[in-house]
């Protein structure tokens, strides 16, 4: 009998022991579960950190960029303005002068043969290298949504105006072309035409065409100068809030990296 209970409690010591094995193994193997786990998600994050670092840095390398070429945009339209206000109050002053009540049409031919000057400045060709790269690759899309939607509306807007002055421009030139095609002018060195030529054009001329021509010319110059000064104004003053929120904007961004 004694014999039969020690079988019995070695068999129980043997079940016991076997759970217990098996109750560890599983408790290992569900830890080493749990580390693996554990491993991934640190490596997604720390992968997800890295993108957003590589992220942030394109951007604020893009931004640099736009900077830049606010600042190369500021330039050249301070450099180009007084040129533009010259030619603006040239014309303003002509017109005036035909617009007096002793005016005669001796006072418009002298005007439209030796003073006046059908030549406009050149539009300026922005830089929106910049700008566009942040719209093509939707980087522009992380910014804050102050500084995206300030640039958008600035660059939209400055567009805007660009193809307004362009259409003009356009308009200018046609007229232009038919009027170097009539007459001759000795206002700038370039179109130093010679003196019998000269002679010979304005010997016997239309003084209604004239007239009219000067006016058409006078006032496509006038409407193109409205439109360029506020193209060059918009896009002056908003440039320097622009880069001031860029400044403002990659200020914060560096202490973020």
């Not at 005007?111 to 406009?120: K, L």
């Not at 239309?206 to 409407?223: D, E, M, V, W, Y």
């Amino acid at each position: 009998m004694i014999k039969l209970f020690r079988n019995i409690r070695k068999k129980i010591i043997a079940e016991n022991s076997s759970i217990i094995r098996n109750t560890n193994y599983l408790k290992y193997a569900l830890g080493e579960i749990v580390l693996v786990v554990i491993g991934i998600l640190i490596a997604l994050q720390i992968n997800n950190w890295n993108e957003y670092r590589k992220t942030e840095a394109k951007i604020s390398n893009l931004l640099v960029a736009l900077r830049s070429d606010l600042v190369q945009d500021t330039l050249l339209i301070t450099e180009q303005f007084p040129f533009i206000i010259a030619q603006y109050q040239l014309n303003e002053s002509l017109r005036a002068r035909v617009a007096k009540p002793n005016a005669t049409v001796d006072t418009l031919i002298r005007i439209m043969r030796h003073e006046f000057n059908p030549n406009w400045s050149n539009q300026i060709i922005y830089n929106t290298n910049a700008y566009n790269s942040l719209n093509q690759t939707g980087l522009i899309e992380n910014l804050s949504d102050s500084l995206k939607t300030n640039i958008k509306n600035f660059y939209n807007k400055k567009f805007s105006f660009s193809k307004r002055v362009e259409k003009t421009t356009y308009d200018y030139r046609e007229k232009i072309t038919s009027y170097v095609s009539t007459y001759t002018f000795g206002s700038t060195k370039i179109h130093d035409q010679g003196e019998l030529i000269d002679s010979l054009v304005w010997k016997n001329i239309n003084p209604s065409h004239l007239a009219a021509t000067f006016q058409g010319i006078s006032n496509f110059k006038r409407i193109l100068f409205m439109e360029t000064k506020d193209e060059l104004e918009y896009s002056l003053n908003n440039s320097r809030n622009l880069l001031a929120q860029i400044n403002n904007y990659l200020k914060e961004h560096d202490k973020t990296l």
